[in-house]
């Protein structure tokens, strides 16, 4: 009786359900999936008929930007699939990028602007209407910008593809103090690159048959195409050798892994150098006729055999001799990975530039299997000539710290010292924007001390990170999946370069805005209204003029992809350097009265007792922006102290014993993983977890903060970083 | 002719990353603390070299799980899928010790038991199952057994790949494993609730 009154129901239902969405796919004109036909999804419910859309858009769960497929159902986003025709994420999503989902339904989304009213850090909020926000930030910003000048305020986005917004504002606002991300994660790799090469190339890794990796996880620390491409080029006949102090799972994968001694690779790098050039086995042609300083780098380099940075790095003479031979055989499909986070020593720059010139060396440059030339597709803008502040000063503040520091992305590190100093001038402000260097910037006490030396502090994100919770005024943002955001370009390596976007595929939630109305609002209250006259559709429009074909494809596709040559794109052409080749040896850096060429230096000796902390990724986690994802809390709900056992052991701890983690500028408790998977002398733990803001109620109170851990060295030439500088003594709790 | 749905898993493509879980976790709803679907490491802490083996639900042809339902909830359907009829359903949990695979659980809320059906819902659709789809190195290949072109047919005609089962009872699992690689002799003997071991014929749907 039961049963036949379901099946009566469901009949009904089905007519219902397929007749709307029949009329969905006609309206959409696109195929359109008619899930009423099964038993299961949307006919669980109680004959309300579902509305099926599928929409595209880009993945915001990391850096990556995969192109994804949401299905939404009634406006409720349903399922994120990967979009099989964005060739840069390879048809992809990952475990990140599945908990989408969770990101924008979580309960402790930020959902209407909120006011500081206890002590800093405290955790008291009063809630303001959007109005009452923005006129106080705006009276802020006025103030400080007439006591301190507009360079008073310290501005700092995130990787989003509306930060261009925020740095359009600072710039229209007076303020060229603006940094990014990125030197808590990879310019010095950029500078070393650009430095020998004058530009920053990407890695053929799919077509590549033999690849040495020194300290990139591609199978944990996900880049697409790269990390998709490697399995792609391993199970074909490609090498790959993975130096690392970790048993990473990409060191699983890998045909050879090395435990290197931490802080040693340019000593390997110098060593592979000496092979090639001792036993002539470097690309002739390419060294002859494109490089400049090879005279000089042999004569560099003859002090730097196998057999001396097998004493150094720990990797056995015979073992660097033979990678050297088998990548000179193998070249120029081969190469040596360039990496992508190097915030790790004080001459993270040199290291890489080692890492560059190996590469020189086996002519791998513009050619299938090694270094292909990064493409843009060139977009429009809509221009502006931003006001002049007389009483600004001359420079920015993180300036004369570092020799090579990019003006484009500045120096966090060298932002907060100069903070904390005053020095060359006060900052009184901090602007954030999706960023988070409460979790990803060494020595988080630092941060606090920064914060505490403030006027004013705003943040815009979509959770109650670290920073927000630090911040007197926190603004709600739109996710990823709420919002529109302006064209921008990608490449996927040897799919050539493409364009993508993102157009909302629900409404903003609570009151979340996107940065750009938030932006437009402050410039408006600050008399600056002139330099945000557009929307984001008018300023889409002047984006994609010249190229009226893309439209079409993405609006088919979700995706464009320019046709164009990928490789022999510099047949003829010189570099963009000083000589106009590839610099071995660098006069700049000469004239800087920096090492033309890397030098190696030897790191301090760990003292008995004393353990190396390394950084490093785990592929469910997006650093302290998914560690509250309870979809991936599911994977990962703390981290946990990696230690050998024998160096356990001497400390009597046993496998998931708390420790107390110490370094001269921070303790943690953490339990400890006791695992052969890491050298007796390293010890390392995710980072994201130990959080300070109980805005984040599922990771509140789990594992420990390697940022209150990491003592904050830089990298002397780009003033990236150096976060594997730091000593920690381990003791049971 | 009837699909017969198969997937072909080369366990060496794996790199662990568990967007099949996640994917499975949110298309088919599965609770905090469930899994549909699992990679099993071969080796944790100290190997040198390591797999990682996916896997679900093997959608067997001669399913112990069947054979164990006292009420037919569980039966094989449409596309060769081993499907269950949640309204039947008693959640006795006799299915749940008789998968030699491990690949069933009791829903805690809705008291009955659930399992992967290769997303039938999406393949009603014409689409992949959400494991099959999301993988970064497509480590699973989804096909139909009963289409000699299809590509798990293609694979398997290369003689590379293994079904594994109990050396007690087979039963006839379709999801093919890489020959070659480890873990794949790790399949129980199927039991009732209480580790009761019953003659391997108790556990024959066919004859």
């Known amino acids: 009786m039961r049963k036949d009154n379901k099946k009566e129901i469901s009949r009904r239902r089905f007519l219902k359900v397929s007749a709307s969405a029949a009329a969905t796919a006609s309206v959409a004109g696109n195929t359109q999936i008619l899930y009423a036909l099964t038993t299961k999804g949307s006919a669980k419910s109680t004959g309300v008929q579902s509305n099926i859309e599928k929409k595209f858009s880009l993945c915001d769960m990391c850096f990556n930007k995969c192109g994804l497929i949401a299905r939404v159902e009634d406006g409720i986003v349903k399922k994120l699939d990967p979009n099989p025709k964005v060739l840069k994420s390879r048809g992809m999503l990952c475990a990140r990028g599945n908990a989408g989902i969770q990101r924008v339904y979580d309960p402790d989304r930020l959902k209407y602007p909120l006011l500081r009213k206890g002590a800093r850090g405290e955790g008291k ?59 808590n994660c990879l310019v010095s790799r950029n500078r070393a690159f650009l430095d020998t090469y004058g530009e920053m190339p990407i890695p053929d890794v799919l077509n590549s048959k033999y690849i040495i990796m020194p300290g990139s996880n591609r199978f944990e620390a996900l880049v697409t195409p790269d990390s998709i491409d490697l399995m792609s080029a391993i199970r074909k006949e490609c090498k790959l050798v993975v130096i690392d102090p970790r048993y990473t799972k990409t060191a699983a994968m890998a045909h050879e892994w090395y435990a290197i001694k931490p802080g040693t690779d340019m000593a390997f790098l110098l060593a592979l150098m000496h092979v090639m050039i001792d036993e002539k086995i470097y690309n002739t042609d390419f060294v002859k006729n494109k490089t400049n300083g090879f005279a000089e780098l042999t004569q560099h380099v003859k002090k730097y055999s196998p057999r001396w940075a097998e004493k150094e790095c720990q990797i056995p003479a015979a073992a660097i001799a033979r990678m050297a031979r088998e990548l000179a055989a193998a070249a120029p499909a081969a190469m040596v990975y360039p990496g992508r986070r190097t915030s790790d020593y004080t001459d993270s720059t040199q290291i890489r530039r080692a890492n560059a010139i190996v590469n020189a060396l086996l002519g791998n ?8 030339v990064a493409q843009k597709i060139h977009l429009g803008n809509i221009p502006f000539e931003p006001d002049f502040y007389e009483d600004n000063p001359d420079d920015r503040v993180d300036v004369n710290r570092s020799p090579m520091m990019f003006d484009t992305e500045g120096a966090y590190k060298h932002a907060r010292d100069a903070v904390i100093e005053g020095n060359p001038y006060p900052i009184k402000a901090f602007f954030t924007y999706k960023t988070n260097p409460m979790q990803t910037g060494a020595n988080r006490q630092k941060t606090i001390e920064m914060i505490n030396r403030l006027d004013f502090m705003l943040s815009i994100d ?61 410039a408006r209250r600050l008399d600056l209204g002139m330099h945000f006259d557009f929307t984001m559709k008018q300023f889409k429009e002047a984006q994609i003029k010249k190229h009226p074909e893309a439209v079409k494809a993405i609006k088919k596709d979700g995706v464009y992809h320019q046709k164009s040559k990928v490789y022999g794109r510099y047949d003829g052409k010189p570099f963009k350097t000083l000589s106009k080749k590839v610099e071995l040896f660098s006069k700049r850096y000469a004239d800087a009265e920096l090492d033309p060429m890397p030098v190696y230096k030897r790191p301090k000796k760990i003292p008995s007792g004393r353990f190396q902390l390394v950084v490093g990724r785990s592929a469910a986690i997006t650093q302290g922006s998914t560690t509250n994802n309870k979809l991936l809390r599911e994977l990962v709900s703390e981290n946990e102290l990696w230690l050998h056992p024998d160096s356990a052991e001497k400390l009597g701890i046993r496998n998931g014993d708390r420790v107390l983690v110490s370094s001269v500028v921070g303790k943690q408790k953490i339990r400890a993983r006791l695992t052969r998977e890491i050298r007796k002398d390293t010890v390392y733990m995710d980072t994201g977890f130990g959080v300070l803001s109980k805005g984040l109620t599922s990771v509140f109170g789990s594992g420990a903060c390697i940022a209150e851990l990491l003592e904050d060295r830089f990298d002397y030439i780009s003033g990236n970083m150096a976060m594997h500088e730091t000593l920690v003594s381990v003791r049971k709790i | 002719m009837q699909k017969k749905y198969a997937i072909v898993i080369d366990t060496l493509n794996c790199i662990d ?29 100290n190997a040198l070299k390591t797999q990682y083996q996916p896997g679900q639900c093997m959608q067997c042809d001669d399913p112990s799980c069947v054979a164990a339902c006292p009420v037919d909830a569980t039966f094989k359907g449409k596309g060769g899928l081993v499907v269950i009829d949640q309204e039947k359903c008693i959640g006795c949990g006799n299915c749940v010790t008789a998968c030699p695979y491990e690949a069933r659980y009791r829903h805690p809320e809705k008291s009955v038991v659930d399992k992967c059906d290769f997303c039938a819902h999406r393949l009603a659709a014409g689409e992949e199952p959400a494991c099959v789809e999301t993988c970064p190195t497509k480590t699973r290949i989804l096909g139909n057994l009963n289409d000699p072109d299809s590509k798990v047919n293609q694979l398997l005609k290369r003689n590379e790949y293994v079904r594994i089962t109990n050396p007690l009872i087979n039963t006839q699992p379709n999801i093919y494993y890489k020959k070659e690689t480890d873990l794949l002799h790790w399949p129980k003997e199927p039991t009732l609730p209480g580790g009761i071991h019953m003659s391997p014929q108790f556990w024959k749907t066919k004859t």
């Open chain 2, 17 to 45: 990353c568990k967007a099949c879980l996640i994917a499975c976790k949110v298309e088919n709803k599965v609770p905090e603390g469930f899994w549909r679907n699992w990679i099993k490491p071969n080796a944790i802490g």
């Open chain 1, 462 to 522: 979509i959770m109650m990170s670290d920073t927000a919770w630090m911040a007197d005024l926190v603004l709600p943002a739109a996710s990823y999946l709420e919002r529109m955001d302006p064209y921008a370009t990608q490449q996927g390596v040897s799919t050539g370069p493409c364009l993508v976007t993102r157009d909302p595929v629900i409404k903003p939630m609570f009151e979340s805005k996107s940065a750009l109305w938030i932006v437009r609002e402050l």
């Open chain 1, 365 to 372: 440059w513009d050619q299938p299997g090694g270094f292909v």
């Open chain 1, 125 to 183: 909020w009063q809630r303001l209407s959007w109005d009452q926000a923005l006129d106080l930030a705006a009276e802020k910003l006025e103030k400080i910008g007439g006591e301190y000048t507009r360079c008073g305020t310290l501005f700092m986005a995130g990787s989003d593809m509306q930060s261009k917004f925020v740095h359009r504002f600072a710039e229209a606002y007076g303020s060229y103090n603006i940094i990014s991300h990125e030197s």
